[in-house]
Every structure is written in structure tokens, then in C-alpha cells.
């Protein structure tokens, strides 16, 4: 039985993801940050798929400690990982720090899940087919420069930059990776799921409001959960890397900053150094991920 480690499952295309998971038979295991909500899921996936093999890791994305135990709990616990979706998202229309002072929406887009994918790496690469999925944004486009000394935008904070920088980062880093695993069993992909209707924004604010104008044009997360399920079981996919991928299964391509790798790299190198500022340049991290 194929194992799979997803994030933010609790509600939205997270939710109807995991359920197609769940139904396709796989041992499937939800990282989430609100663990009693998690538990409603996990009997709620048993009882209407028939999949017994559904189960809870604590993980909030937002705190690279907590990304960390989550990593080394899912190791501990099983053998085997072939699918890796990083789906959790969030904004916020507030500036704001994470625990580790990165700015915040950065830090749960983008930071934890590198070091969740760098963790799991490994496990990966063991199983014969192993596949990462990012779900990103088509929003990534509206960045035209990534400024990696001023991720707080200093007085000038927008959220829905911040998110696109965020998305930005997620698009980026999933082609330097699929470039390092190049020749390997692994695969990673990103998707832009389309306009969803979803509860990723935070309550009473104006951005949400403005979402509830426009939600009745918006998919449902049914639907934008399609590409992320396309993603992770089409056998049509297999050996498929580096990609980007649109809300109708299909090829697109990325920005121009996206497919540059020096700027990859640069992303790379400074994702690496905030990890080593927090952990220790020495910090016995399981797996470095492959040049």
C-alpha cells in the first residue's frame, strides 16, 4: 500500500483531496495545525471511504520546529513515503512575524514545506515511484522581482504580494528540485489549482469580503482539488518533472522569473541559510537536499 504524507486537510481543495486519496486506497497521513478539526476528518474519511489507514501528524507550517517534529514523527512512524503533496496555504492582509520572525505568510507557504520536502526526502527517494506535488498559484505571475532582504515589505505590506511572493518561492523551488532529482525515482510537480472558493483568507477582513463578491464565478474545491489528484495518481505522469500545471491538467508555463534558474538557486541558497540560522549550521537534519 502506497503511503502519502499531505498538509492542510482540515477544509477546501486539502479536504476533497485527501478524500480522493483516501478513496483511491492509499495510507494516507494529514499534517495539520488544528488537530481536533484533523480528527473530525480522519472519522469522516473512515467512515464514508472504507479506508481504515488514515491517520494525524501535528504540523503548523508557520514554525520550523514544528515542521521538524512533524518530519521526524512521520519517520518514525512509517517505512515508506510515495506521495508528498504540499497543500496547506494561508494570507493574511495583516504584516505579521512567524515565531522565527520570517514574515509570516513566507514562512507557511513556503519556508515549512521546503523543510518538510527537505526532511522527507530520503524516504522519498526510496520508494520506486515517489512523487511531490506543490500546490502553488497562477497569482505567482504578478511578481516581477522576488527580494529576498525585504520579504516584511517594510511599511508597504500588502497580503495578496506577500502571497504571490510566497507562491512565488513554491513554483521556484519545486523547478530547482525537480533539476537536483533529475535521473533519480522522484518526481516534483506544482499546480495552480484555479479560482477556488475557499476559506483560505482570514475572517472580517476586507479581502475576504471582496471573495465572498466574486465566489459565485469561482470553482468549487472539489473541482480545484482535481489537479492535485491528476498530479499525484495519473500513471499517464510517471517520469513527468519540472512542470507546471494549469486547472485543466495541462502543461503550462511559469513566469519568466519562475524558470530562472540563477534565481532558483539564489532562493535555494538563502532558504538554506535561514534554516542553518535557526537549527545550527551543524543541525543533524536528516536529509540535505541533492545538488
Not at 80 to 101: C, E, F, I, P, W
Not at 173 to 192: D, I, M, P, W
Not at 209 to 233: C, I, N, P, Y
Amino acid at each position: 500500500m502506497k503511503t502519502c504524507l499531505i498538509t492542510g486537510t482540515t477544509s477546501g481543495i486539502g479536504l476533497a483531496t485527501v478524500r480522493a486519496l483516501a478513496k483511491a486506497g492509499l495510507n494516507v497521513v494529514m499534517a495539520n495545525r488544528n488537530l481536533p478539526r484533523a480528527n473530525l476528518v480522519e472519522d469522516h474519511l473512515k467512515k464514508t471511504t472504507g479506508n481504515t489507514h488514515v491517520s494525524i501528524i501535528g504540523c503548523d507550517l508557520s514554525s520550523l520546529d514544528s515542521v521538524r517534529l512533524c518530519a521526524e514523527t512521520f519517520l518514525e512512524r512509517h517505512d515508506r513515503l510515495d506521495l508528498l503533496v504540499n497543500n496547506a496555504g494561508m494570507m493574511t492582509n495583516k504584516q505579521a512575524l512567524s515565531s522565527d520572525g520570517i514574515e509570516l505568510t513566507f514562512a507557511t507557504n513556503y519556508l515549512g514545506p521546503y523543510l518538510l520536502t527537505r526532511m522527507l526526502l530520503e524516504r522519498l527517494q526510496e520508494s520506486s515511484e515517489g512523487r511531490i506535488v506543490n500546490v502553488a498559484s497562477g497569482i505567482h505571475r504578478m511578481v516581477k522581482i522576488l527580494p529576498l532582504d525585504d520579504l516584511t515589505h517594510g511599511n508597504r505590506y500588502w497580503g495578496m504580494k506577500a502571497y504571490a511572493r510566497a507562491k512565488l518561492a513554491n513554483v521556484m523551488s519545486t523547478f530547482s528540485l525537480a533539476r537536483s532529482l533529475k535521473g533519480t525515482s522522484v518526481t516534483a510537480n506544482c499546480l495552480h489549482p484555479g479560482g477556488v472558493a475557499s476559506n483560505l483568507l482570514p475572517e472580517n477582513t476586507i479581502l475576504r469580503s471582496a471573495a465572498k463578491l466574486v465566489q459565485r464565478f469561482m470553482m468549487d474545491a472539489e473541482r480545484g482539488s482535481q489537479t492535485s489528484v491528476h498530479l499525484a495518481l495519473s500513471q499517464e505522469l510517471k517520469g513527468v518533472s519540472g512542470k507546471y500545471f494549469d486547472a485543466n491538467h495541462k502543461i503550462v508555463d511559469a513566469s519568466a522569473l519562475a524558470l530562472n534558474e540563477h534565481a532558483q538557486d539564489e532562493l535555494r541558497q538563502f532558504s538554506e541559510r535561514l534554516l542553518a540560522d535557526h537549527f545550527g549550521p551543524d543541525s543533524d537534519l536528516r536529509i540535505a537536499l541533492p545538488t
